[in-house]
């Protein structure tokens, strides 16, 4: 008989949503990274390297602030440098920035 995990998200505080905006957050429920765009109790957006993503209801997230949770969004941003239709280059500097206040 195994044991199942408890769910890291349920181990974690949850606090405002709108406090995160403007931040790289990693989604709890299924390790989403993107640049959280917009968010409150009842909706929230986020642009990440494929797309825009948005949800209703509460965001369970987190501020990115290891390297290893960035890593595969880094090597996508900077693959899509040159689409003019994406802002990679700068996610990827919000990106760096946010990882530089975290060391």
Do not use: C
Request: proline fraction near 10%; charge should be neutral; charged fraction near 25%.
């Amino acid at each position: 008989m195994s044991a199942r995990p408890v769910s890291t998200s349920a181990l974690r505080p949850m606090g405002d949503p709108a406090e995160l905006v403007g931040q790289w957050v990693r989604v709890y429920d299924d390790g989403t990274v993107g640049l959280l765009l917009a968010a409150d109790n009842t909706f929230w957006s986020m642009r990440t390297p494929t797309g825009i993503r948005s949800g209703t209801g509460r965001l369970a997230a987190e501020p990115v602030t290891e390297r290893p949770q960035a890593k595969p969004v880094r090597r996508r941003l900077r693959a899509m440098m040159d689409d003019p239709g994406f802002p990679a280059s700068e996610d990827l500097d919000l990106l760096d920035l946010q990882l530089a206040a975290h060391p």
